[in-house]
Every structure is written in structure tokens, then in C-alpha cells.
């Protein structure tokens, strides 16, 4: 009978080596931090942020524990998003703004976040919390234009300092804080911001017609001139042959049509030969 | 097991009740769980009919050699033993050994692309990165691989350019302007990739429109509606850069299109208008050159004529003179209805009052003034 229970032993004892295994082997992804807790205690961190060591050597990997007797809390370890809801603020010069900001933090202290929140989640909420409260205070301070201007740079990074002594506090690390849009709210201000665009606009084009305007004038001017100058330089060498010249000129274009009627005196020169008569001359 | 129903005794000695009671047990035990194994031809097998007792004892010799081999039992007779069963485990053990060798082939090669590098971990851990290629791994569980596209240009669109949603933005004149642009972006480095950021989509996007808003909100409205849109996006990618690499991102932004930048579609006219204005203004600037062209044109030509002439009248200026006036009059005359007049004040003699009508409108001043310049000239 012994042979018929060889094989339940064993898979009796391969059973308990599995769940002791289980108990007490686990992995570690290189994305993750893992606070060990023996009884309640922390007892270590493994694969704790280190910004120097580069991967594979912070302390990823098949990793044991103490079973049943110590437990884990896996922590992530990748920089992870804060995005705030969308507020308005109130400038210094009564203009409101609407504000998107977002944050990018780590966690590096896995056992104080553990400590002092508990879970991601109210960390997330905590600091988004305290960023809000921040930034309206701060914004706040400003006029329009510097939320608009290069110096927000200096301001946002004014609050990330501010915000980041607090996330210390939860084991937290704010890497960067930007606005993602400051914009004008909808409704009266963004529609009187338009219309100062339009205003501008209408001020723009009126004065690209006057311009046109100007400009074609002066060609025509300078056109004109340089006729007469020309003119001048030519006509001006017999002015009276010039009369005479532009005489004949204006009969041909003047008598064109058949219902002239022309009253002439026999003594008109083109008729004086009619009669055999001399000229004067 | 026909060849024992038709002997008078089984091999074993059985009675022949025995045998039949037996026979459709053992050939249930060896019909089922033996016939997969290696040496699945089993007695069954073997043809009807009565057989040499000689041949049949060699059969039962080697059968019993089988079992042996088979067992660690030994060939007892025992035809209904239930750890017959068992014996079928050995069975087993060599599936599971040929799955097990499966699983290991199977989960220890992979194939990389040529776009894409492999990210190895062991349990979790990084080991290290692999090429494009055919490539051994240790098998799952304790290898896995992320394949990771690294040559993959990936492209985020922020705004959009139809449709009635607006990304306005704000720009250094405190003017709206709606944009729209897409970023490009590749893996530059899987471990970091993968490792460093919990969203790297959403990470691009925020960072893309942090960078954006700040450079729009230097530039002036003309500025980034106009020329100044490639330097823009430029400013853009580098600011994207500087800033996905202070997050260890292992992005890189390979660039940022602008494929809109207008106004915000409530002043869209007023900006049309402006763009009239300047084709209008363009338009009056061509129009008085068209004017300047004629002008100077005719001038020129009117003076070469009368140069012209001149230069012959000179030459003869009485002959030329008389000639030029006969041969106006004759061309002027020869069209219009002509009245000669011999003495003064035979305004009666003129028969129509149409006609005096028509001579009051124009043609006495052109009588007059070739009358004048005839007399002008003859009073030369």
C-alpha cells in the first residue's frame, strides 16, 4: 500500500512547495516599488526609486519575503500625471481666466506615501488639492498679461517649488508644473475679445484701401506730369505751328458726321481761290 | 480477447466462466488507458480464430515482458486490478513532458521586426534590449518580452482642422487665434519608455500643448497666422524636447505641424476684409499704372508724330503749312453740308430752322477757329 501512496505524497508535497512559493516569491516590474510590511511593520523598500541606478540593477525581479508573515504593497514608480480640473481665475486687472494645468510627480518615498495616504489614488487627490489651491492664489497675484508673457515660466516654477515642499511631505516629487491653456472664459469676454479683434480689423483694412488709394493717386499724378513734360519738350520747339498742327488735328476728329452744316464766307481762304482772288500775300 | 473466449482456459488458468466475466474487464483496462500507450498494440488486436498453443505461449511471454517493462508492479495475472490504471501515468508523464517541450520552443523564441527592438525582463526585471531578428529567450514565466516600435513615427493631433471645435488660443497680443497642429513622435529608447512614464500618450499631448501655448503666447497674432508659423513649430519641438527629456521620457519629437492657424471663426470676416482691402488696394495701384502706361504712351507718341512732321514742315514751312490746311478742309468739307454766304446778314437765306439748330451747337466755333487760324495765319 505504501507504493499506492507515493504519488498523493508527492503531489501533496508539490502542492504545499507551490503555495509556499507563491507565498513567498514574488516579481518585481521594473515599473513598480514594493514596500515590505512584516506584521505591520515596514520592514525594507525593494526597487526603490533611485535616479542613478539605471535599470535591471535597482532591485527588480523574482524577489522573496517572509510568508505569511511579511506582506507587500506594490507602489509604481513611473512618473505619473496629475491633471487638474479646469479653473477660472480672477487677474489683478478683473479679467477671468480659465486654467488647465497639468503636473507630472513620482512617487520617492514609497513607505512615507504608504504611510501618510495610503493608495495612488489619495495621493493624486491630495496634491491635486494642494496644486489647485496654489495656483489660484498665485495666479491671482498676477495681471492678464503676465499669464500671457515668458515670465510665467518663473511662476510656474515659483509654485512647483511651493507645491513640491508639501509633496515631500506624502513621499511625493513634482517634476513639473505647466499651464496647458490659460484662456479667455466663454461668453461676454471671449465675445468683447472678438470684437476688439474685428475693431482692429476693420481699422486694418480701412487703412490698407486709403493707402491704395494714395498710392494710385500719386502714380496718376507723376503719370500726368511726365505727359506734360513731354509734351512740352516737344511741342515747345514752334508753339505756333504746334497750334496750327493741332488745329487741323481737331477739325478732322470734330466735323465727322454728315449733319454738320458749315456757313462759310466766300472770303474764307480755302474758297479765295474760287473767285481767282490773291491772297494778301 | 476472442482467443480466450475460445480456448477452454485462459493463459492464467482461469475458469472459463472466469474468463468471460474477466475478459470484457481487461479489455475495458486495456482498450482504454493502454491503448495510448508506445506500445498501443495490445492483445485485442490480435486476429479471431483458434491459434498453435505454441504461438500462443510466446505471445503470453511477451506480454508478460511488456507489463514488466511496463510496471513497476510486475505482471501479475490480476486482469481486473484497478492500478492498472496507473500504470497508464507513465503515459502521462511523457505528454507532459512533450508539452512541457513544446512550451518551452514556443515561449523561448521570438521574433522581432525590423521596426521594432524587444525590451527582455525577468521576472520583471530588465535584462536588456533586443534587434530586430530571430531571438532565444528563458521560457514564460520567467522571460517575457514588450516589443516596443521604436521606429514607429507615432502623431498626436491637437484641435482640429474641421468641424466646429476651436482650439483658441491666446497669442502675445492678447488676440484669439484657433489652431491646429499634430505632433510626431518616436520611441527613442524603449527602456526608458517603458519604465519612466505611466502615460506616455497623454504626456506628448499635455506637454505638445504646454509648449505650444507658451511659444503662441510670445508671438504676435500675424506672426502665427503668417510667416513666422515654420519657426514657431520649431520653438515648439524643442521646448517639447527639453521637456519630455526632463521626464526621462525616451521620446523624441521628430516635429510639430502646424496645419492651421487662423483666426477664430466669430472674426473670420473682419480678417477676410482685410485681405480685400489689400487686393483692393493692389487693384487701384494697377489700375493707375494701366493710366500712367496710356498716358505716357500717347504722350510719346503724339509728341514723335508731331516731331515728325515738324522736322518736314521745317524743311518747307509755306508749302507745308497750305498743304496741310487744304488738305483738312478737304477732308473736313467733303463730309458736311456746306453753305457759302456771299455779304453779311443773310441769316434769312438758311432754309431750316434745324439746320440754323444744328449750326448754333457746334460748328460755328469750328468755323470760327479754322476761320481764326486761317486769318491767323494769314496774318502772318
Known amino acids: 500500500m505504501s507504493l499506492f501512496r507515493n504519488p498523493i505524497v508527492w503531489a501533496i508535497g508539490a502542492f504545499t512547495l507551490i503555495v509556499v512559493a507563491m507565498g513567498t516569491l514574488y516579481t518585481v516590474h521594473e515599473t513598480q516599488q514594493v514596500v515590505v510590511l512584516r506584521l505591520g511593520k515596514p520592514e525594507r523598500i525593494v526597487n526603490a526609486y533611485d535616479p542613478k541606478a539605471p535599470f535591471g540593477t535597482s532591485g527588480a525581479g523574482l524577489v522573496a519575503k517572509v510568508p505569511f508573515i511579511e506582506n507587500t504593497i506594490f507602489v509604481d514608480k513611473r512618473v505619473l500625471n496629475l491633471d487638474m480640473e479646469q479653473q477660472t481665475v480672477l487677474t489683478t486687472d478683473q479679467l477671468r481666466l480659465v486654467v488647465d494645468a497639468f503636473a507630472r510627480f513620482r512617487i520617492t518615498d514609497p513607505l512615507r506615501m504608504v504611510q501618510t495616504v495610503g493608495t495612488e489614488q489619495n495621493l493624486n487627490d491630495a496634491l491635486r488639492r494642494i496644486l489647485a489651491s496654489k495656483m489660484r492664489n498665485e495666479l491671482g497675484k498676477q495681471p492678464f498679461a503676465a499669464l500671457l508673457s515668458p515670465e510665467r515660466t518663473a511662476m510656474m516654477d515659483d509654485i512647483q517649488t511651493t507645491v513640491n515642499r508639501q509633496a515631500k511631505q506624502y513621499g511625493a516629487e513634482i517634476i513639473d508644473v505647466r499651464i496647458k491653456r490659460a484662456d479667455l472664459p466663454s461668453g ?14 476693420q481699422q486694418e483694412a480701412a487703412t490698407i484701401r486709403a493707402q491704395g488709394l494714395k498710392q494710385a493717386q500719386l502714380v496718376r499724378a507723376d503719370a500726368d506730369a511726365q505727359a506734360a513734360s513731354t509734351y512740352a519738350g516737344s511741342f515747345g520747339k514752334d508753339p505756333q505751328f504746334y497750334a496750327f498742327y493741332r488745329a487741323m488735328q481737331a477739325y478732322r476728329t470734330t466735323f465727322t458726321d454728315q449733319s454738320s452744316t458749315v456757313v462759310m464766307s466766300p472770303n474764307n481762304e480755302f474758297l479765295r481761290e474760287f473767285e481767282g482772288r490773291q491772297t494778301n500775300r | 480477447m476472442p482467443v480466450h473466449n475460445n480456448n477452454d482456459g485462459g493463459p492464467w488458468g482461469d475458469t472459463p466462466e472466469d474468463t468471460a466475466n474477466d475478459s470484457p474487464a481487461r479489455g475495458g483496462a486495456e482498450s482504454g488507458p493502454r491503448n495510448p500507450n508506445p506500445w498501443g498494440e495490445a492483445p485485442p488486436r490480435r486476429a479471431p480464430g483458434p491459434r498453435p498453443t505454441g504461438t500462443r505461449d510466446i505471445d503470453d511471454l511477451l506480454r508478460r515482458g511488456q507489463e514488466k517493462l511496463r510496471t513497476s ?16 501515468g507513465n503515459a502521462w508523464l511523457w505528454a507532459l513532458g512533450a508539452i512541457i517541450a513544446v512550451w518551452v520552443v514556443a515561449t523561448s523564441f521570438y521574433r522581432v521586426d525590423a521596426q521594432e527592438r524587444g525590451v527582455v525582463l525577468r521576472f520583471g526585471r530588465f535584462v536588456g534590449v533586443t534587434d530586430p531578428g530571430l531571438q532565444f529567450k528563458a521560457p514564460w514565466p520567467v522571460d517575457t518580452v514588450i516589443l516596443s516600435k521604436v521606429e514607429q513615427i507615432n502623431s498626436v493631433d491637437i484641435g482640429a482642422t474641421e468641424g466646429s ?4 488660443m491666446v497669442t502675445g497680443d492678447q488676440n484669439i487665434i484657433n489652431l491646429a497642429y499634430a505632433v510626431r513622435w518616436k520611441i527613442k529608447n524603449p527602456e526608458l519608455f517603458l519604465f519612466e512614464l505611466a502615460e506616455p500618450e497623454q504626456t506628448v499631448r499635455e506637454v505638445g500643448e504646454s509648449a505650444m501655448r507658451a511659444e503662441i503666447s510670445k508671438a504676435t497674432l500675424n506672426d502665427a497666422i503668417g510667416p513666422q508659423r515654420a519657426q514657431i513649430a520649431e520653438l515648439v519641438r524643442e521646448r517639447m524636447q527639453e521637456i519630455l527629456d526632463s521626464y526621462r521620457s525616451g521620446i523624441e519629437v521628430r516635429g510639430v505641424d502646424i496645419k492651421q492657424a487662423d483666426p477664430p471663426a466669430a472674426v473670420d470676416d473682419a480678417f477676410k476684409d482685410v485681405s480685400a482691402a489689400q487686393q483692393d488696394a493692389q487693384q487701384y495701384l494697377n489700375q493707375s499704372r494701366a493710366y500712367a502706361q496710356q498716358l505716357l504712351a500717347s504722350a510719346q507718341g503724339a509728341a514723335a508724330a508731331f516731331e515728325a512732321v515738324y522736322a518736314q ?12 490746311y487744304f488738305e483738312t478742309m478737304e477732308s473736313v468739307l467733303s463730309k458736311v453740308d456746306k453753305t457759302v454766304v456771299e455779304t453779311g446778314g443773310v441769316q434769312t437765306y438758311l432754309p431750316l430752322p434745324e439746320v440754323r439748330r444744328r449750326a448754333a451747337s457746334a460748328e460755328p466755333s469750328a468755323v470760327d477757329a479754322a476761320s481764326n487760324s486761317a486769318s491767323g495765319k494769314s496774318g502772318q
Open chain 2, 165 to 168: 471645435a476651436e482650439n483658441l
Open chain 2, 73 to 88: 508492479f510486475g505482471g501479475d495475472g490480476n486482469g481486473d486490478n484497478p492500478v492498472g490504471d496507473f500504470f497508464g
Open chain 2, 313 to 324: 514742315y521745317k524743311l518747307a514751312p509755306e508749302v507745308t503749312r497750305k498743304r496741310m
Open chain 1, 188 to 201: 461676454a469676454p471671449l465675445e468683447s475679445a472678438f470684437l476688439r479683434m474685428r475693431s482692429a480689423r
